[in-house]
């Protein structure tokens, strides 16, 4: 079945220090989310990506989407200790309606 | 507030015994989702709901079922509860039937076995 990888697992930085997140599929994917969750919370909708090479950016925040749309990645810029919390992609599998979880990067920032 | 409701927040109970969770979707979303989310764990895809029809299965124990009813609030019913069950049960809801646009998750659940 459909695997979403992240990596790293964990990422500890020092506050002003950029950040990034991997997020690898198993198969091609129609569209990719990203998911921000701080301790203790929910997941919050961040953005979406669909187009095959797409980039995004809010504010420090910079989404890329592969070329084969297999794999995103989330870049912070000067980190900010409220960047903390897990970080999720969700990739949809084309032609299903299901949205798979990544296994999440936790980052934690350091003042 | 996400504008998805869940309750109950906290629930501890003991194995073998049975619980209902219930959600109520954002105001107009159609389509529910649940999610099972375990300590320092990722988000396990349990279940999804569109307008009051299963849309898509994942990885939900056959001690585990869900529906939809009319109003758009959905119940996911754990039964025979082990301690593994133990987790937090997100929902979220989403306006069209393939999350297209995001979801929208609530507070969550907690539920504790014993």
């Known amino acids: 079945g459909q695997q979403v990888m992240q990596i790293p697992q964990y990422q500890h930085v020092q506050e002003g220090e950029d950040f990034t997140t991997y997020c690898n599929s198993s198969?091609?994917?129609?569209?990719i989310q990203w998911y921000k969750q701080r301790p203790g919370g929910h997941p919050v909708f961040l953005i979406q990506l669909v187009k095959s090479g797409e980039v995004k950016k809010q504010k420090r925040l910079t989404f890329q989407f592969g070329e084969a749309k297999k794999n995103s990645s989330l870049h912070i810029t000067a980190t900010q200790t409220t960047d903390v919390g897990t970080y999720f992609c969700a990739g949809q599998a084309s032609g299903t309606y299901k949205y798979i979880f990544g296994t999440g990067t936790r980052l934690k920032v350091l003042a | 507030d996400s504008g998805v409701t869940q309750t109950p927040k906290h629930l501890i109970t003991a194995t073998g015994q049975r619980v209902t969770l219930r959600c109520s979707p954002r105001s107009g979303d159609l389509s529910v989702y649940w999610y099972q989310q375990s300590l320092d764990q990722g988000l396990q895809f349990l279940i999804q709901y569109y307008n009051g029809e299963e849309r898509a299965k994942g990885n939900i124990l056959e001690r585990f079922s869900a529906q939809q009813f009319p109003d758009l609030h959905s119940e996911l019913n754990l039964s025979s509860l082990e301690l593994g069950d133990s987790a937090l049960y997100f929902c979220?809801?989403?306006?069209?039937?393939?999350?297209?646009?995001?979801?929208?998750f609530g507070s969550g659940t907690r539920l504790t076995v014993v």
């Open positions: 198969t091609t994917l129609s569209n």
């Open positions: 979220a809801s989403s306006a069209a039937d393939r999350g297209f646009y995001g979801y929208t």
